[in-house]
């Protein structure tokens, strides 16, 4: 069985044929319905821009919620104010111990 699958991704008058993993497929979809919500909200929210415009807001936006999904998955900022905590504790618990 071959694990790609060719698709088609339509954005206005514009198609994208694409070879695809065949397990990411959903992913592609729910792409192009992401890409096409977020173009609709700026054609309407902004009228009288061009189309260059409004793929660029687009892309902008997509790439904004991108970037704070992974400031979101982003542990270490915790991780650097829990290290000082974390040896604090062990101090304590090392001194208890030894009392």
């Known amino acids: 069985m071959d694990d790609t699958l060719s698709i088609t991704l339509r954005f206005g ?4 044929p694409m070879t695809i ?20 909200f700026y ?20 790439a904004v919620q991108s970037k704070r999904q992974e400031t979101a998955n982003d542990a270490e900022p915790v991780l650097q ?3 000082p905590l974390l040896a604090e504790i062990e101090t304590a618990l090392k001194t208890e111990k030894e009392n």
């Open 13 to 16: 008058s514009w198609t994208l």
């Open 81 to 83: 104010h829990l290290r």
């Open 43 to 62: 054609t309407s929210s902004y009228p009288g821009q061009n189309t260059e415009m409004y793929l660029v807001m687009t892309i902008l936006d997509i």
């Open 21 to 40: 993993k065949r397990d990411e497929e959903y992913i592609y979809r729910q792409a192009e319905k992401l890409i096409k919500e977020r173009f609709s």
